[in-house]
T-cell receptor, first 107, second 120 residues
Framework: QKEVEQNSGPLSVPEGAIASLNCTYS??????FFWYRQYSGKSPELIMS????GDKEDGRFTAQLNKASQYVSLLIRDSQPSDSATYLCAVNNDMRFGAGTRLTVKP | DTEVTQTPKHLVMGMTNKKSLKCEQHMGHRAMYWYKQKAKKPPELMFV???????INESVPSRFSPECPNSSLLNLHLHALQPEDSALYLCASSHTGSPSRAARNTGELFFGEGSRLTVL
């Protein structure tokens, strides 16, 4: 079983819609969870981190963590074409990434 | 501007060459990483250094040799590479936990812009 799994997509949403990205992990002892965004040809950049169960909001982004079910999700509200990128989920310890979800927001 | 600097940005080498990729950060981070990324794939962890000691080697072939001369610098020495080693090589750094958990990290990664390697 892979340590970090993501729905690899691709995911396409219309502009203004909510994009929902999901990630599951296998290590129950994981403490820190991160969402990175990677534009084509660029390096990944952190957009959200979450450490406790529940929701964490930052602007149009909301990270949701459920440790009992071992999943973490990222919601992007009012999606914009500039949100089109690959979103990578990372879980602490050894900082390995999931496969990434390619998101396209269509105008 | 990224605070993790990688050089060179592009490198073309033959299979018999010896070259090095360099990475530098001045954020006081004590963990540094090398990742390899192929097109349309996520970054693949290669090596982790924590407090200048190699803590993780993901069974990387010996033709890749990492070096951490000090807490700010990380090198990746390349020798006798194969064409399939062509990829984007990403360096990253992060804060670490306590020294007793040197192999673990709970902080975000800061990435450099990468070195695009082509092996002919």
């Amino acid at each position: 079983q892979k340590e970090v799994e993501q729905n690899s997509g691709p995911l396409s949403v219309p502009e203004g819609a909510i994009a929902s990205l999901n990630c599951t992990y296998s290590d129950r002892g994981s403490q820190s969870f991160f969402w990175y965004r990677q534009y084509s040809g660029k390096s990944p950049e952190l957009i959200m981190s979450i450490y406790s169960n529940g929701d964490k909001e930052d602007g149009r982004f909301t990270a949701q963590l459920n440790k009992a079910s071992q999943y973490v999700s990222l919601l992007i509200r009012d999606s914009q074409p500039s949100d089109s990128a690959t979103y990578l989920c990372a879980v602490n310890n050894d900082m390995r990434f999931g496969a990434g979800t390619r998101l396209t927001v269509k105008p | 501007d990224t605070e993790v600097t990688q050089t060179p940005k592009h490198l073309v080498m033959g299979m018999t060459n010896k070259k090095s990729l360099k990475c530098e950060q001045h954020m006081g981070h004590r963990a540094m990483y090398w990742y390899k990324q192929k097109a349309k794939k996520p970054p693949e962890l290669m090596f982790v250094y924590s407090y200048e000691k190699l803590s993780i080697n993901e069974s990387v072939p010996s033709r890749f040799s990492p070096e951490c001369p000090n807490s700010s610098l990380l090198n990746l020495h390349l020798h006798a590479l194969q064409p399939e080693d062509s990829a984007l090589y990403l360096c990253a750094s992060s804060h670490t936990g306590s020294p007793s958990r040197a192999a673990r990290n709970t902080g975000e990664l800061f990435f450099g812009e990468g070195s695009r390697l082509t092996v002919l």
